[in-house]
């Protein structure tokens, strides 16, 4: 492809903030317009924005020129009296599995994908379906938000079995997972880090004892895998390696899959003939409902990348050293691949090249369990539930972790 130019810097007109609106509660005009121009440079992310489907692709599909590895703020990268408590608490230098480029990311990455077997996710679908059932039972009164009552429970005790993390621990497990948000965004104050890094210290000193009890004794659970495996494997038999990816686990699990979750009920409930396909032809219906409910509301909005050459990316000539942010929900609904993009079309022939899951290396691996995870919340919710409707008033308010973007509450009745 021919190089046109240089990066498109016309300020407001390119700058975006997931955090901020318009682009928190309804990015779509941006990215149209967006779209319609090559790559462009927005200040309030310091990076450049990616938002057509092909330079979607073309970024994850290159891993040696578009890396991980530098691209999202570290534990460790933070002031130095954050990092002195990180240090005294014993918490491990290990960057997640996401941030990793080859060989290193390829060695963990076969760890986790049996972790994340077939075989596995058979043998925890029971846990599932109990799990939604024991929710639903616990509904009082006609009404619920479904993601505080709903979602948000049930998926966090599913991700805890998957690790092997107690039911007793959740609070401790959920503090850590928000702890380590606390520490990967730079905007956050330094006496909440500070904070934050205390307590990590201290869930350190927690994850290593149930490490050690799961290498004397393995179960059939995700840290046992990584202990038994990561041994075989020089230069991660260290235990902080194991650290790393658990806690990256649980938070590339958590709020990811709750609020693909709510976004699919919300679809189902706002589109009547989604909602009497639901309650006619459940499995089939959800199934569908699911995969167009990812493509046009991905929980993980986007991916940000460093480039290791001066490298041209949609006709523009990006330099080494670029930060690009890759936009999965513009992707998604880019026209020339989704026609209708913004339509809701059960059954779309492509939607499954949808970029929510990612793609290429890093290409999620926890993709079966979330869709198996969404279908059975669905299939329980909408069975036990037949008259769901929205609770009256309710207008939807989206919530965002820097890219991470769900709903805030999801208020029923029936
Ligand atoms: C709807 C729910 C989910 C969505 C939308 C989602 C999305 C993603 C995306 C976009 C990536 C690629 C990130 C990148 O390229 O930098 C990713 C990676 C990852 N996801 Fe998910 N995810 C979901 C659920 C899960 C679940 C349930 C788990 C685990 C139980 C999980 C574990 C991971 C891990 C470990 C990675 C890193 C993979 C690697 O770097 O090789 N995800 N996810």
């Given at each position: ?9 016309s ?60 691209a ?63 929710l ?6 006609g ?23 107690p ?17 990967s ?66 938070i ?22 989604v ?7 459940p ?9 167009e ?27 080494q ?26 059954g ?25 995870e ?28 820097h890219l ?11």
């Open positions: 492809m021919t190089v046109t130019g240089q990066a498109d810097h300020g407001a007109e390119s700058d975006f903030n997931p955090m901020v609106n318009p682009h928190q509660e309804d990015p779509h005009p941006f990215y149209r317009r967006a779209r319609t121009r090559s790559v462009m440079f927005s200040p309030s992310v310091d990076a450049y924005l990616v938002c057509r489907y092909t330079d979607v692709h073309a970024v994850l599909d290159d891993p040696e020129t578009f890396s991980a590895r530098l999202f703020p570290f534990i460790y990268d933070n002031p130095p009296e954050v990092v002195a408590e990180l240090r005294a608490g014993g918490v491990p230098e290990q960057r997640r599995l996401v941030d990793e480029d080859s060989p290193r990311h390829r060695q963990i990455r076969a760890l986790i994908d049996v972790g994340f077997s077939a075989q596995r996710i058979r043998s925890l679908m029971p846990v599932v379906w109990r799990r939604a059932e024991e639903v039972d616990r509904f009082t009164g009404t619920a938000d479904l993601v505080a009552e709903y979602a948000g429970p049930y998926v966090q005790g599913i991700i805890n079995a998957v690790i092997g993390f039911v007793e621990a959740a609070e401790r497990v959920e503090t850590s997972t928000l702890d380590s948000f606390t520490l965004n730079p905007a956050a104050p330094v006496e909440a880090k500070i904070d934050a890094a205390r307590r990590l210290g201290e869930f350190t000193r927690y994850l290593q004892a149930l490490v050690d009890a799961r290498r004397a004794a393995p179960r059939d659970d995700l840290i046992s895998v990584l202990v038994h495996g990561a041994d075989g494997i020089p230069g991660l038999a260290q235990d902080g390696a194991v650290h790393g990816i658990i806690r990256g686990t649980r590339a699990g958590f709020p990811t899959t709750r609020d693909a979750i709510t976004a699919t009920t919300l679809l189902a409930l706002q589109n009547p003939a909602h009497e396909g639901i309650l006619r032809e499995t089939q219906t959800i199934i569908k409902a699911t995969e409910a990812l493509r046009r509301n991905p929980p993980n909005r986007g991916v940000f990348r460093v480039t290791t050459r001066e490298v041209e990316l949609g006709g523009t000539r990006l330099p050293g670029a930060r690009v942010l890759v936009l999965f929900d513009s992707a998604n609904r880019d026209d020339t691949v989704f026609p209708d993009a913004d339509a809701v079309v059960l779309r022939p492509n939607v499954h090249d949808h970029v929510s899951f990612g793609r290429g290396l890093h290409a999620c691996p926890g993709a079966p369990v979330a869709r198996a969404i279908q059975v919340a669905l299939r329980t919710l909408f069975g036990r539930l037949p008259g769901l409707r929205l609770a009256d008033g309710f207008e939807p308010t989206y919530r965002a972790i991470v973007r769900g709903l805030e509450s999801l208020r029923v009745q029936w």
